[in-house]
């Protein structure tokens, strides 16, 4: 059975731009939470979605949107590129979003310049 | 603000050495997760507790939630076993809210 796969692995951006960041959870499971985790720190909490509704927002701008579809997979949306952007994303995957066992994927390293 | 503190940031033990990571939060919790992270990115869930001890292979996890305390423990330990190590809390009453994680213990065995 496949993992949390994340596409694309890595990425360039120019400040101001738009980027997609997209998620695919195991398969069964309903829930998908992102993270955002700056180099040297651990990762902070972006979105939450469980069937395909928004659960929970950290405390990130409204640059930042996310979105889960029928199959629940997910896409995390940055517009106005910052340099502080830059980081690694990371979605993980649960059934139900409460305290069941979190899978992640290997998140998509974005680079802004 | 509701915090979790790691200790140590940085261990550096020889191949073999019995090693401790512990992890201490501020208010109450449904549960607590210790993650492993190697050099990539990559994630992986080592344990996920609200009470008591779990155990697998030469691994150990405990928490005391009176105390709001959980610890890592490698028996044992082996060079593969160098990654960061996190723990990540779910706040009681704040499913929403996501996970909060500690800053990572960078532990390293050397051969």
């Known amino acids: 059975d496949a993992g949390v796969t994340q596409s694309p692995t890595h990425l360039i951006k120019t400040r101001g731009q738009h980027v997609t960041l997209r998620c695919s959870p195991i398969?069964?499971?309903?829930?998908v939470s992102w993270y955002q985790q700056v180099l040297g720190q651990g990762p902070q909490f972006i979105f939450q979605y469980y069937e395909k509704e928004e659960r929970g927002r950290g405390n990130f701008p409204d640059r930042f949107s996310a979105r889960q579809f029928p199959n629940y997979s997910s896409e995390l949306n940055v517009n106005a590129l910052l340099l502080g952007d830059s980081a690694l994303y990371l979605c993980?995957?649960?059934?139900?979003?409460?305290?069941?066992?979190?899978?992640f994927g290997n998140g998509t390293r974005l680079t802004v310049t | 603000k509701n915090e979790v503190e790691q200790s140590p940031q940085n261990l550096t033990a020889q191949e073999g050495e019995f090693i401790t990571i512990n992890c201490s939060y501020s208010v109450g919790i449904s549960a607590l997760h210790w993650l492993q992270q190697h050099p990539g990115g990559g994630i992986v869930s080592l344990f996920m507790?609200?009470?008591g001890k779990k155990k697998h292979g030469r691994l150990i996890a405990t928490i005391n939630i009176q105390e709001k305390h959980s610890s890592l423990h490698i028996t044992a330990s082996h060079p593969r076993d160098s990654a960061v190590y996190i723990c990540?809390?779910?706040?009681?009453?704040?499913?929403?809210?996501?996970?909060?994680f500690g800053k990572g213990t960078h532990l390293i065995i050397q051969p």
């Open positions: 507790l609200s009470s």
């Open positions: 398969s069964g499971h309903k829930s």
């Open positions: 990540a809390v779910r706040w009681a009453g704040g499913g929403a809210d996501g996970l909060t």
């Open positions: 993980a995957s649960s059934w139900d979003g409460g305290d069941s066992p979190l899978h």
